[in-house]
T-cell receptor, first 112, second 114 residues
């Protein structure tokens, strides 16, 4: 059965520092992989999506993610974090928009 | 363009009572989803509609949860009777279709069962 693991429940980084959020997945076929962000009191917003092609995917707000099939990973990165990036980040796997399974999320705190 | 609208935003009920949540998707979006997000967990798909037909309800606790999308637009999710473990945020999302494009989520309806 498909599943998603986000090993880090909470991460704190300083503003301007780089960020990497980890995501590991288990899926029988070739999955679609997603990263969503959820700010307090708001709905989830799609940051980026991967299915095939270049394994480095660019998203909105300066985020990127790299698909590594050998490691079953899809880690999210940002070179320089802004205070407005503080939020909950969710990795998800699915068959495109169907049967999407979310990880438990990583809460990002940004220190000034 | 208006986003996905949900109501009510907050609801507090006692166990064994019933509750209903309403969702109005983005205009023209054929696919509608209801997710349950328990505190500290990621969203879990409850049911997916394509127009007014159910595509996937495998994770919907059908003994107490029901959902409908009669005219292929608005949708209602009902819980009857509610249990303490139903306390969660209920998220509605919509997309143009089941393939391609993006899911757009509403702000959610937070349910507290006492």
């Amino acid at each position: 059965a498909q599943s998603v693991t986000q090993p880090d429940i909470h991460i704190t980084v300083s503003e301007g520092a780089s960020l990497e959020l980890r995501c590991n997945y288990s899926y029988g076929a070739t999955p679609y992989l997603f990263w969503y962000v959820q700010s307090p009191g708001q709905g989830l917003q799609l940051l980026l999506k991967y299915f095939s092609g270049d394994t480095l995917v660019q998203g909105i707000k300066g985020f990127e993610a790299e698909f590594k099939r050998s490691q079953s990973s899809f880690n999210l990165r940002k070179p320089s974090v802004h205070w407005s990036d503080a939020a909950e980040y969710f990795c998800a796997v699915g068959e495109d928009n169907n049967d999407m399974r979310f990880g438990a999320g990583t809460r990002l705190t940004v220190k000034p | 363009e208006a986003g996905v609208a949900q109501s009510p935003r907050y609801k507090i009920i006692e166990k064994r009572q019933s509750v209903a949540f309403w969702c109005n998707p983005i205009s023209g979006h054929a696919t509608l989803y209801w997710y349950q997000q328990i505190l500290g967990q990621g969203p879990k798909l409850l049911i997916q509609f394509q127009n007014n037909g159910v595509v996937d309800d495998s994770q919907l606790p059908k003994d107490r949860f029901s959902a409908e999308r009669l005219k292929g637009v608005d949708s209602t999710l009902k819980i009857q009777p509610a249990k303490l473990e139903d306390s969660a945020v209920y998220l509605c999302a919509s997309s143009l279709g089941p393939s391609g494009g993006e899911l757009f989520f509403g702000e959610g309806s937070r349910l507290t069962v006492l």
